[in-house]
């Protein structure tokens, strides 16, 4: 298996349906809307077509996660998984806005990600997501009471329902965390156009783009991204999950490699989507006919495109 830098990958989205019963029974929760003392009723609920209604379950489900212990059992979970997949550095996304806007201590959510992540065998650091459709007030005021945690985190990004919000809303937010030596990327280009990727450019400064695949309906945008070498994100299988494109064998990421992107494969919220990072480099293989030399021009640039990568002793990327 290629060893690989996953780069977008929202820890929320790891929580897996065996893990919410396990942590619903273990903080006696129990919810109105869906039975979570059973797999099947939770698994059920996966029948999200866009990106709105996948959120609306993904949220749904965050009610479990209560304590600090919680959150490393969610994240040693997914360095397990990773481990299995050949990543061998992971930069990963958290939204603590999902968790403290419903009486969770920003307290609990660092202490148990920081702590899997120190203990977990593949190295990882933590991306702090601003929720763009809760504003960018209280973006300001997530960040404001992260910076006491400014250890723990290498980045912002901004995440959550894109169309409607406009990384221009966020500016001051990310003028902030620059000014703090913060790393910036924004979700751009997955449902709203080429403006937002723009924009997200332009305005944020972001050094990566989260998605970008709208970005190709844009040939200037498209050259801006070529000779600045900014990285893209791809998530194949959710991007067909969640219907932004009909199928695989119409996802626009061969082309994307023949425009000279910069191009990396990653698995966003891989408990909705039905797979990890392997799984995305192997349906390309499998579904696009990607080549080995394509998937390893791919994984090389993983690293490449990576914050916080440090090869360690034997390792070359
Ligand atoms: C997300 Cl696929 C996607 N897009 C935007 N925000 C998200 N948060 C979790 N998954
Ligand atoms: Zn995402």
Same mark, same amino acid.
């Given at each position: 298996m290629r060893p690989k830098a996953e780069l977008h990958l929202h820890i929320e989205g790891t929580l897996e349906p065996e893990l919410v019963v396990e942590l619903a029974r273990r903080n006696r929760i129990e919810l109105?809307?869906?039975?979570? @003392?059973?797999v099947e009723a939770v698994r059920a609920r996966?029948?999200?077509?866009?990106l709105r209604s996948f959120l609306d379950v993904y949220y749904d489900n965050l009610?479990?996660?209560?304590?600090e212990e919680d959150f490393y059992d969610l994240a040693a979970a997914y360095l397990r998984r990773a481990a299995a997949q050949g990543v061998r550095h992971a930069e990963i996304f958290f939204d603590p806005q999902a968790h403290t806007t419903r009486g969770v201590a920003l307290e609990a959510v660092f202490g148990g990600l920081s702590a899997a992540l120190r203990d977990g065998e593949v190295p990882a650091a933590l991306i702090l997501c601003f929720l763009?459709?809760?504003?960018a007030e209280e973006a300001e005021r997530t960040l404001r009471a992260a910076l006491p945690f400014?250890?723990?985190?290498?980045g912002v990004g901004l995440d959550s329902?894109?169309?409607?919000?406009?990384? @221009?809303?966020f500016r001051r937010v990310f003028d902030i965390a620059a000014a703090e030596g913060l790393h910036r990327v924004a979700h751009a280009g997955?449902?709203?156009?080429?403006d937002y990727v723009w924009e997200a450019l332009?305005?944020?400064?972001?050094e990566r783009v989260d998605h970008?695949?709208?970005?190709?309906?844009d040939p200037q945008l498209v050259a801006r991204l070529r000779e600045e070498r900014i990285p893209l994100t791809v998530c194949p299988l959710s991007n067909v999950r969640l219907g932004v494109v009909p199928s695989l064998r119409d996802h626009i990421l061969p082309a994307m490699l023949d425009e000279g992107l910069v191009v990396t494969v990653n698995s966003d919220d891989p408990a909705y989507f039905g797979g990890y990072v392997e799984d995305n480099y192997e349906a390309l293989r499998r579904e696009?006919?990607?080549t080995g030399e394509q998937l390893d021009r791919i994984a090389a640039d993983s690293f490449a495109a990576a914050f916080a990568y440090e090869p360690r002793h034997g390792e070359g990327a």
């Open positions: 109105p809307a869906f039975d979570v @003392s059973d996966n029948d999200f077509a866009d009610a479990v996660l209560r304590t763009r459709d809760r504003g400014r250890e723990q985190f290498i329902a894109e169309v409607g919000y406009p990384p @221009s809303l997955e449902e709203g156009g080429p332009d305005v944020l400064g972001v970008g695949i709208r970005a190709m309906e696009l006919g990607l």
